[in-house]
Protein backbone atom coordinates (compact mmCIF):
# COMPACT_ATOMS: atom_id res chain seq x y z
CA UNK A 1 0.00 0.00 0.00
CA UNK A 2 1.18 3.45 -1.07
CA UNK A 3 0.58 5.84 1.70
CA UNK A 4 2.22 8.71 3.79
CA UNK A 5 2.02 8.59 7.27
CA UNK A 6 2.55 11.76 9.47
CA UNK A 7 3.61 12.28 13.57
CA UNK A 8 5.26 15.07 15.09
CA UNK A 9 2.76 17.50 16.48
CA UNK A 10 1.34 19.18 19.38
CA UNK A 11 0.88 22.29 21.58
CA UNK A 12 3.59 24.64 21.55
CA UNK A 13 4.16 28.39 23.16
CA UNK A 14 5.15 30.86 21.23
CA UNK A 15 8.67 30.71 20.27
CA UNK A 16 8.92 27.20 21.09
CA UNK A 17 9.71 24.34 17.50
CA UNK A 18 8.05 21.26 16.51
CA UNK A 19 9.53 18.33 14.09
CA UNK A 20 7.13 17.03 11.95
CA UNK A 21 7.82 13.75 10.31
CA UNK A 22 6.23 11.58 7.46
CA UNK A 23 6.83 8.45 7.10
CA UNK A 24 6.82 6.38 3.28
CA UNK A 25 5.38 3.21 2.46
CA UNK A 26 5.36 1.85 -0.68
CA UNK A 27 7.81 4.81 -2.24
CA UNK A 28 10.35 7.02 -1.46
CA UNK A 29 11.23 10.85 -1.06
CA UNK A 30 13.74 10.80 -3.78
CA UNK A 31 12.69 10.73 -7.54
CA UNK A 32 9.79 13.53 -7.05
CA UNK A 33 9.18 16.78 -5.30
CA UNK A 34 7.36 16.42 -1.69
CA UNK A 35 5.75 19.61 0.08
CA UNK A 36 4.33 20.30 3.24
CA UNK A 37 1.13 22.20 3.56
CA UNK A 38 -1.28 23.48 6.11
CA UNK A 39 -4.69 24.36 6.77
CA UNK A 40 -6.85 26.92 9.05
CA UNK A 41 -10.19 25.79 9.08
CA UNK A 42 -12.17 28.16 6.70
CA UNK A 43 -9.37 29.52 4.86
CA UNK A 44 -7.66 27.59 1.52
CA UNK A 45 -4.96 25.07 2.16
CA UNK A 46 -1.56 26.38 1.30
CA UNK A 47 1.59 25.21 0.60
CA UNK A 48 4.60 25.77 3.30
CA UNK A 49 7.65 24.24 2.49
CA UNK A 50 9.19 21.87 -0.86
CA UNK A 51 11.66 19.94 -1.82
CA UNK A 52 12.71 18.87 -5.55
CA UNK A 53 13.26 15.49 -6.84
CA UNK A 54 17.07 14.43 -7.19
CA UNK A 55 18.46 18.04 -7.11
CA UNK A 56 16.79 18.34 -3.64
CA UNK A 57 16.04 21.99 -3.57
CA UNK A 58 14.11 23.40 -0.92
CA UNK A 59 11.31 26.29 -1.31
CA UNK A 60 9.43 27.91 1.18
CA UNK A 61 6.92 30.38 1.91
CA UNK A 62 7.52 34.16 2.79
CA UNK A 63 5.74 33.55 5.97
CA UNK A 64 7.90 30.48 7.12
CA UNK A 65 11.23 31.40 5.35
CA UNK A 66 14.00 31.62 8.02
CA UNK A 67 11.80 29.60 10.79
CA UNK A 68 10.94 26.60 8.89
CA UNK A 69 13.59 24.08 7.14
CA UNK A 70 11.86 21.38 4.66
CA UNK A 71 14.65 18.09 4.75
CA UNK A 72 14.55 14.40 3.78
CA UNK A 73 16.97 11.68 5.44
CA UNK A 74 19.54 10.09 2.97
CA UNK A 75 17.67 6.61 2.56
CA UNK A 76 14.42 8.26 1.46
CA UNK A 77 11.94 7.03 3.98
CA UNK A 78 11.23 10.23 5.95
CA UNK A 79 10.33 13.75 5.06
CA UNK A 80 10.53 16.14 7.96
CA UNK A 81 9.66 19.74 8.41
CA UNK A 82 11.83 21.25 11.40
CA UNK A 83 10.14 24.53 12.51
CA UNK A 84 11.64 26.84 14.62
CA UNK A 85 10.32 30.13 16.18
CA UNK A 86 6.52 29.45 16.17
CA UNK A 87 3.85 31.97 16.28
CA UNK A 88 0.60 31.61 16.90
CA UNK A 89 -0.10 32.68 13.20
CA UNK A 90 1.17 29.05 12.84
CA UNK A 91 -1.38 27.00 14.22
CA UNK A 92 -3.00 24.95 11.87
CA UNK A 93 -3.21 21.06 10.30
CA UNK A 94 -0.23 20.00 8.55
CA UNK A 95 -0.09 17.89 5.53
CA UNK A 96 2.65 15.80 3.82
CA UNK A 97 2.09 15.27 -0.05
CA UNK A 98 4.42 13.83 -3.01
CA UNK A 99 3.89 12.26 -6.05
CA UNK A 100 3.86 8.46 -5.84
CA UNK A 101 3.91 5.77 -8.18
CA UNK A 102 0.07 4.98 -7.27
CA UNK A 103 -0.34 9.08 -8.14
CA UNK A 104 -0.31 12.06 -5.69
CA UNK A 105 -0.58 11.20 -2.25
CA UNK A 106 -1.17 12.59 1.15
CA UNK A 107 -0.52 12.31 4.65
CA UNK A 108 -3.47 11.85 7.74
CA UNK A 109 -2.54 15.46 8.88
CA UNK A 110 -1.22 16.16 12.34
CA UNK A 111 -2.29 19.27 14.33
CA UNK A 112 0.40 22.30 15.34
CA UNK A 113 -0.99 25.05 18.01
CA UNK A 114 1.02 27.61 19.24
CA UNK A 115 -0.45 29.15 22.08
CA UNK A 116 0.49 30.82 25.37
Known amino acids: QVQLVQSGGGLVQPGGSLRLSCAAS????????ASWYRQVPGQERESVAS????????KYADSVLGRFTISRDKSGHTLYLQMDNLKPEDTALYYC?????????WGQGTQVTVSS
Open 51 to 58: ISGINSIP
Open 26 to 33: GFIFTYNT
Open 97 to 105: TSLTPAGRK
